[in-house]
Nanobody, 124 residues
């Protein structure tokens, strides 16, 4: 079982940036495809970005493409989400999760381990 801990959230103004981190425990981190999801109040949890286990494949939701960048450092057991040009509609709790697939996946039901989430609030 992989334990995930997200950090880096906060309250920021529109147009600024944040970098989220997701630290994983255990030696198997590098075998997982990793994903970031978010959930706003009253809404379903939605896919944001994913990165393959070998750091070759990435995939983004249309709403964040060109603004967000997912990356990973397998030596540090950490996956990152760099968020630029933030908008108020990016406000949500952000979660990271693991997936055994070889390539990035967008379906949250295909992800197993989840972190506790980190709040991102973007003011206008």
């Amino acid at each position: 079982q992989v334990q995930l801990v997200e950090s880096g959230g906060g309250l920021v103004q529109a147009g600024t940036s944040l970098r989220l981190s997701c630290a994983a425990s255990g030696p198997t981190f590098r075998t997982y495809t990793m994903g970031w999801f978010r959930q706003a109040p009253g809404k379903e949890r939605e896919f944001v970005a994913a990165i393959s286990w070998d750091d070759i494949g990435t995939y983004y939701a249309d709403s964040v493409k060109g603004r967000f960048t997912i990356s990973r450092d397998n030596a540090k057991n950490t996956v990152y989400l760099q968020m630029n040009s933030l908008k108020p509609e990016d406000t949500a709790v952000y979660y990271c999760a693991t997936n055994r697939a070889r390539l990035p996946r967008t379906n949250r039901y295909e992800y197993g381990n989840w972190g506790q989430g980190t709040q991102v609030t973007v003011s206008s």
